[in-house]
């Protein structure tokens, strides 16, 4: 207990007064004695504080005997661990489960699995000495409690100069990954980086990154990663496009094109069952049409096109019978700008029949286009619409409304997000509500019909308006579970 | 319906769709076709059975020994469905890093039950129970796991690190820092 300043005080007035008329000796000898006094209880406190953390250890051990947890067979903790490693946090969360007792450590260490989250390793220059080695010693123990499983891996080389020691480091990795990104955020990377990644065997090699790549400087690397006998998926964010990609293999590809190449990639790619285009549209229509392109195995295709005022010139020539998921984001275009025409999307949409979700971002499509693209997308079960004010209105949304006595609009919806809209131009509070409201039965309600109704219920309703969605709507949608709507 | 019997021989009458989230028994469904016969399980107690697989009726309330009241003036809202119906985290993991109220409430101040239910899950096959993020800070969204500290401290676990081990795992977080 700490001494209070009026007994400080006290002990003050005491000892000035009872020393008065002691001698300068008597004075020295006093301070020595209570020096003498004072070592003796610090030395009693040490003993009695060592003997509080020994209680209190042993308190904890006790504990540690009975708690419910040790009932957990051993078998069972990376199963819990692994739920608890969260992809965006994974090293801390590992780390600090790996850290609670010498058990936990020794079951993590002893389950790459735990281990194997997408490691971001900066290659820049910048640690020296023993920061440097701590660095390096930690990275490679990290790396090898993955093994013998294949990792994804980021690369950043945001300097032209490269630590090499943690290179290495990586570099020893290269036959276990699975997926690779190679961010270059600097103008120039080293000669030597670029043939050491040309050199590595890439045997797991399944999923590329090349973002930011320019033509000047890499070529050898890419060659190498051409012959990397598992990789199915690219992602090139580039305006340089290497030719010697295997691209027949590709079953994933992202990539930037000029509405020139655009065709002719794709028709490289008779595999892709994902594509995500990132493309100009045109701004004058080609003279000659080009043959139907047929992408039998496309199931998720994701356009986003800028500036120019066409893009049925890739629609017109594209046959996607197996597509399921089609995203279209008109992004950076000028108003009045984007020609949408209903008939050459509907005559795509023919050829990409078993559509069940749709998104539009950014788009000037009109409340009939989108009818029109849902009335051909009978197995419509999802729907995003994006900042598209034009075609969400009282209209629409009634026709969504499911009445009894009437077949609604995408009777198989379920999963509807409205994003970056706002209430008063075209549409009210009241009648979203009422169409929400209108496709949603609890359980019971469910179980109670003798006949089920013909629209599925929400799974999933999201919406997240350019302004605060007040407690008006959230009470007209009440209820909805927290689970199934979710108010931005 | 389902008869389910329980290691303390208690019989359950269960909606088969309830039920069938445990793949061990929907195996067992499966295999043995309709039939009346009662399914036993012998490593699941019918209080665990019943936290898993039957929704509370009202407010809940719960003592600080975890027990569950009928009234008392601490109100936790129980959840609206089984605890075996709700999505598992893999499920819902795009949308939300929320631990469900049941989860807190359990972690909290029911273990001994908390790890029956686990072992139940487990043998039982049910993914959505087993796989709940029990050692995750549930106090606010996208938190990672707890600290070493509130683990120990939540579990009862005592650190038994060597010095040698806590200089390692110094080392090991200031890397992660520096990262």
């Not at chain 1, 293999?249 to 490289?268: E, H, K, Y």
């Not at chain 1, 096109?305 to 020539?317: I, K, T």
């Not at chain 1, 275009?333 to 949408?340: A, I, K, P, S």
């Not at chain 2, 075996?84 to 469900?100: A, F, N, Y």
Request: charged content about 25%.
């Amino acid at each position: 207990m700490a001494a209070t300043l009026s007994s400080v005080h006290a002990v003050v007035l005491e000892h000035r007064e009872r020393n008065k008329k002691s001698s300068r000796a008597d004075i020295e000898r006093f301070i020595q004695e209570s020096e003498l006094k004072l070592a003796s209880l610090e030395s009693q406190i040490s003993a009695l504080i060592e003997l509080r953390d020994r209680e209190r250890t042993c308190v904890a051990t006790l504990k540690d005997l009975i708690a419910p947890i040790h009932t957990l067979p051993v078998e069972l903790l990376p199963e819990i661990f692994e739920v608890a490693i969260r992809a965006e946090s994974h090293v801390e969360d590992a780390l600090q489960i790996s850290q609670v007792c010498s058990g936990w450590r020794q079951v993590s260490h002893s389950t790459p699995r735990l281990w194997t989250g997408k490691m971001w390793i900066n290659l820049r220059e910048d640690t020296h000495g023993d920061r440097e080695q701590v660095y390096v010693d930690e990275l490679k123990a990290w790396l090898l409690r993955s093994v013998p499983l294949t990792i994804p891996i980021t690369l950043v080389l945001d300097s032209e100069s490269i630590n090499n020691r943690i290179l290495d480091e990586v570099m020893r990795t290269a036959p276990r990954w699975r997926s690779l990104t190679l961010k270059m955020e600097s103008e120039a990377p080293a000669p030597s980086f670029v043939s050491r990644l040309a050199e590595s065997k890439l045997n797991n090699l399944e999923e590329l990154g090349l973002l930011r790549f320019d033509k000047d400087v890499d070529r050898a690397a890419l060659l190498s990663f051409t012959t990397a006998p598992r990789l199915r998926k690219l992602e090139i964010l580039s305006n340089f496009l290497p030719m010697s990609m295997p691209w027949s293999r590709l079953t994933g590809l992202t990539f930037t094109s000029s509405t020139l190449t655009v065709l002719d990639i794709l028709a490289q790619c008779p595999n892709l069952i994902q594509a995500v285009v990132r493309a100009a549209g045109w701004n004058v229509l080609p003279q000659a049409r080009r043959d139907i392109l047929t992408l039998s195995h496309l199931r998720t295709l994701d356009l986003r096109f800028r500036d120019g005022q066409h893009f049925v010139p890739l629609s017109d020539c594209l046959s996607a019978p197996a597509l399921e998921e089609l995203y279209l984001d008109f992004w950076n275009r000028e108003t009045d700008r984007l020609f949408w025409t209903s008939a050459h999307f509907t005559a795509f949409q023919l050829r990409a029949a078993n559509i069940t979700q749709l998104g539009f971002e950014d788009s000037l499509l009109t409340v009939d286009d989108l009818k029109i693209a849902i009335h051909h997308a009978p197995s419509l079960t999802h729907l995003t619409l994006d900042n598209c004010g034009a075609c969400f209105d009282d209209a629409f949304a009634n026709a969504l409304c499911y009445k009894p006595d009437t077949t609604p609009l995408a009777p198989n919806l379920h999963h509807f997000v409205l994003f970056r809209f706002d209430f008063g131009d075209n549409f009210t509070e009241d009648t979203l509500a009422r169409m929400i409201v209108s496709r949603w039965w609890t359980d019971t309600e469910l179980a109670s019909r003798l006949v089920p109704p013909a629209v599925a219920r929400w799974t999933h309703v999201e919406l997240n308006g350019n302004r605060y969605l007040g407690e008006e709507l959230a009470d007209m949608l009440k209820d909805l579970p927290s689970d199934v709507l979710i108010l931005l | 319906m389902v008869l389910l019997v329980t290691s303390d021989n208690e019989q359950f009458q269960t909606e088969k769709d309830i039920v069938e989230r445990s793949v061990l028994i929907k195996n067992m469904l499966e295999d043995v076709g309709e039939s009346d016969q009662p399914i036993p399980l012998p490593n699941v107690s019918s209080s665990v059975l019943k936290k898993v697989t039957q929704p509370s009726t009202g407010p809940t309330e719960i003592d600080v020994r975890g027990r569950y009241l009928s009234t008392a003036s601490t109100t936790v809202e129980s959840p609206s469905r089984p605890p075996i119906l709700e999505q598992s985290q893999d499920e819902t993991r795009k949308r939300t890093t929320d631990i469900s109220e049941w989860d807190q409430k359990f972690i909290t101040v029911d273990q001994e039950m908390l790890f029956e239910i686990i072992l139940a899950a487990n043998y039982l096959d049910i993914k959505s129970l087993l796989c709940r993020r029990w050692l995750q800070d549930g106090s606010q969204h996208d938190q990672g796991a707890r600290p070493p500290e509130e683990i120990r401290k939540l579990f009862n676990i005592v650190n038994d690190f060597t010095p040698e081990e806590e200089a390692q795992i110094k080392k090991e977080n200031e890397w992660a820092e520096d990262r």
